[in-house]
T-cell receptor
Framework: DAKTTQPPSMDCAEGRAANLPCNHS???????VYWYRQIHSQGPQYIIH???NNETNEMASLIITEDRKSSTLILPHATLRDTAVYYC????????????FGTGTSLTVIP | DADVTQTPRNRITKTGKRIMLECSQT?????MYWYRQDPGLGLQLIYY???????NKGEISDGYSVSRQAQAKFSLSLESAIPNQTALYFC????????????FGPGTRLTVL
């Protein structure tokens, strides 16, 4: 599975959009991009995933570049409860291979 | 996620003791996983199971063993606990029919003195 690169930390003002970048320049054609988050010592929580098209759900939007070498997770209106570590993972779906979580981006939402 | 439960939630034990951590799920998923997380680091996979008769080692299986007693239950054992096994342990489940998205339990904080 491809490796990912994320900034170690970011801040975002409450109510503003939080845009979390992820680079995955070695992604293969059959690898999905997954995003999870972990709120202080809790179990990681699934947010969203995509293959090549942009995706949106009730939690976030995922924008994947046309060459698929990078993506951005967007939290449209960040709240204090969105403060967490966000993990970007690329992985071939349904193979049973593990998710490599890395160290993620620590997002702090500031009041 | 309340559909994945872990017991105990906290445990303090001594070096050399045998410890069992248990995981149960009501999601009906076929796949289950055990991860550990050290402070400030990401999760590392210990063992995973695709169904009741299938057990696979992850990247850090030494010093651990697992048992898949039923589709809904997956337990992790530390045969002889050592201090560097002090960590946060997470169980996860996934459904092979649903793109393998993993759902995590609340975690067990284990301290080995």
């Amino acid at each position: 599975d491809a490796k990912t690169t994320q900034p170690p930390s970011m801040d975002c003002a409450e109510g503003r959009a939080a845009n979390l970048p992820c680079n995955h320049s070695t992604i293969s054609g059959n690898e999905y991009v997954y995003w999870y988050r972990q709120i202080h010592s809790q179990g990681p929580q699934y947010i969203i995933h995509g293959l090549k098209n942009n995706e949106t759900n009730e939690m976030a939007s995922l924008i994947i570049t046309e060459d698929r070498k990078s993506s951005t997770l967007i939290l449209p209106h960040a709240t204090l409860r969105d403060t967490a570590v966000y993990y970007c993972i690329v992985r071939v779906s349904n193979t049973g291979n593990q998710f490599y979580f890395g160290t993620g981006t620590s997002l702090t939402v500031i009041p | 996620d309340a559909d994945v439960t872990q017991t105990p939630r906290n445990r303090i034990t001594k070096t050399g003791k045998r410890i069992m951590l248990e995981c149960s799920q009501t999601k009906g998923h076929d796949r289950m996983y055990w991860y550990r997380q050290d402070p400030g680091l990401g999760l590392q996979l210990i063992y995973y199971s695709f169904d009741v008769k299938d057990i696979n080692k992850g990247e850090i299986s030494d010093g651990y063993s697992v048992s898949r007693q039923a589709q809904a239950k997956f337990s992790l054992s530390l045969e002889s606990a050592i201090p560097n096994q002090t960590a946060l342990y997470f169980c996860a489940t996934s459904d092979s029919e649903l793109l393998d998205t993993q759902y995590f339990g609340p975690g067990t904080r284990l301290t080995v003195l």
